[in-house]
Antibody, heavy 120, light 107 residues
Framework: EVQLLESGGGLVQPGGSLRLSCAAS????????MNWVRQAPGKGLEWVSL????????NYAESVRGRFTISRDNSKNTLYLQMNSLRADDTALYYC?????????????WGQGTMVTVSA | EIVMTQSPATLSVSPGERATLSCRAS??????LAWYQQKPGQAPRLLIY???TRAAGIPARFSGSGSRTEFTLTISSLQSEDFGVYHC?????????FGQGTKVEIK
């Protein structure tokens, strides 16, 4: 069974930094691209970033480009999101999501999320 | 950025009735569209991908159709466990965007 467990969220002041982690199990982590998707309270879903299976293909939403950095450690089956220069509108539940086998277009497994609150 | 617009915002349906949800893309996405179900306090669940292919374990009462800019999710006979928010999502040129969601309420 695929399991994705996010951690690292919390309360941070504007301009601060956080590092999120997503521990994966139940599948061959190194064979799948992974994503971060966020959901602000009471709002819809927003894709944040993707990293390819080997870490060589990376993309970001415009809203986080230059501030967030996605990475992965395939030896530890763990995905990361380094978030710098945080703003109030980054407040959201952050999910890690695995892509569907054979494509990077869709997300077939999600964690339960870790909450990030940016507030003074 | 491709904007996805879902309608209606809220849909109230009696058990056993048909539910039809719509999703419109601001430009063509071919058939690169997925539908997700999200219940309160839970992560989204993939229902449909490539516009019309059911994901593993998804009941046959869920079906998807459409292409280019107009897409539909149909729940043929709504069950009580089908309440929740339904999100559409497109993929195009290394960018993914979601609609704002349709809330399905059990009448």
């Amino acid at each position: 069974e695929v399991q994705l467990l996010e951690s690292g969220g919390g309360l941070v002041q504007p301009g601060g930094s956080l590092r999120l982690s997503c521990a994966a199990s139940g599948f061959t982590f190194s064979s799948f691209a992974m994503n971060w998707v966020r959901q602000a309270p009471g709002k819809g879903l927003e894709w944040v970033s993707l990293i390819g299976a080997s870490g060589n293909n990376i993309n970001y939403a415009e809203s986080v480009r230059g501030r967030f950095t996605i990475s992965r450690d395939n030896s530890k089956n763990t995905l990361y999101l380094q978030m710098n220069s945080l703003r109030a509108d980054d407040t959201a539940l952050y999910y890690c999501a695995k892509v569907l086998l054979g494509t990077h277009y869709y997300f077939d497994s999600w964690g339960q999320g870790t909450m990030v609150t940016v507030s003074a | 950025e491709i904007v996805m617009t879902q309608s209606p915002a809220t849909l109230s349906v009696s058990p056993g009735e048909r539910a039809t949800l719509s999703c419109r893309a601001s430009q063509s996405v071919g058939n690169n569209l997925a539908w997700y179900q999200q219940k309160p306090g839970q992560a989204p669940r993939l229902l449909i991908y490539a516009a019309s292919t059911r994901a593993a374990g998804i009941p046959a009462r869920f079906s998807g159709s459409g292409s280019r800019t107009e897409f539909t999710l149909t729940i043929s006979s709504l069950q009580s466990e089908d309440f929740g928010v339904y999100h559409c999502q497109q993929y195009n040129n290394w960018s993914w965007t979601f609609g704002q969601g349709t809330k399905v309420e059990i009448k």
